[in-house]
């Protein structure tokens, strides 16, 4: 099969696009036909080393969807030929076929095509610990999704929505913005905008929003602690540099600063995410917005692409 290698940590172009074995499942783990695959900035992050140092060669990628191939002798919940989606995977999601423990692997349902189910796993997952079991969100709290057009941002937006929330989500372009109010937002704010943050405080009668989920923390947290309302959280999701904060601003309301890593979720805790993401697909709420599609030969491409501004939904590689 083909897949891409990293025999090197380094720029975009170490990604090779290569031929190598078939993977072979050992007795708890599922072969997936990989129709997509996600990418995400965690991968570039990896990639360039900023991650350590994983075992080297390795084929990059934790998202993908496909068909069920082959299935080792102890899996219980999957058969050939099933239509599943990854939340991390064994031999990499960029390649043509992908080996997972039969616990990375999640039913994916009818309404969703392959290139949405490789948009669950990292962004999906992520928008859903952040709000629910970080932030403790409930239906009628105000959530700022401080960075809504991305992968994580559009699924933030539909998260909230579905479930009662007020949304207002930010983007830095046009097409970003068009793209948040379609997915469900209340209101849409311009990240780059000088006045936006005093914005808040008018949109929400001056109380300030309960909730803020934060994908640039390094630019943002010292203004979200001044546009929290009584008992805010700021849940810091991405964050890619240091900052200075006033603490008195979270002092004077009870706020609280939480941070979060995805790679952190229990077993218990994935379980609940994806039974909860599964079944917002059948129902129609979740509808992951693909922006761009790639073939897998593009991987270099594609991590520039994920790491520039101007998101629009998620980054596939269609093998
Ligand atoms: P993405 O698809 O590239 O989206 C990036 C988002 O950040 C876009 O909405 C972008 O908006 C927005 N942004 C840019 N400048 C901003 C600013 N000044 N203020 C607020 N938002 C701004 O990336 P993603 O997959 O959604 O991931 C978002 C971040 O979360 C990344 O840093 C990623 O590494 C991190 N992350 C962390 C975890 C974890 O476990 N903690 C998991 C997944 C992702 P415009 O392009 O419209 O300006």
Known sequence: MKAIRVHELGAPEVMRLEEVPDPKPAPTQV???????GVNPVDTYIRAGMYGTPPLPYTPGMDAAGEVEAVGAHVKRFAVGDRVYTAGTVSGAYAEKVLCEESQVHPLPKQASFQQGASL????????RALFQRAHALPGDTVLVHG?????????????????????????????????????????????????????????????????????????????????????????????????????????????????????????????????????LENGTLRPVIGREM???????????????????????VP
């Open 295 to 317: 073939p897998l030969s593009a991987a270099a491409e594609a991590h520039k692409a994920v790491l520039e501004a101007g998101a629009y939904g998620k980054i596939v590689l």
């Open 121 to 128: 796993g990292v962004p999906y997952a992520t928008a859903f």
């Open 31 to 37: 072969l997936i036909r990989v129709r997509a695959a």
């Open 148 to 280: 809504a057009s991305g992968g994580v941002g559009t699924a933030a937006v539909q998260l909230a929505r579905a479930a009662g929330m007020t949304v207002i989500g930010t983007a830095g372009t046009d097409k970003g913005r068009t793209l948040v109010e379609a997915q469900g937002a209340h209101h849409v704010l311009d990240h780059k905008d000088p006045g936006y943050i005093d914005r808040l405080k008018d949109i929400t009668g001056g109380r300030g929003v309960d909730v803020i989920l934060e994908m640039l923390a390094n630019e943002n947290l010292g203004k979200d602690l001044t546009v929290l309302a009584p008992k805010g959280r700021v849940v810091v999701i991405g964050c890619r540099g240091s900052v200075e904060i006033n603490p008195r601003d979270a002092m004077s309301k009870d706020a609280s600063i939480v941070a979060m890593s995805l790679f952190n979720a229990s077993e218990a805790e994935k379980t609940s995410i994806h039974a909860a993401l599964v079944a917002g």
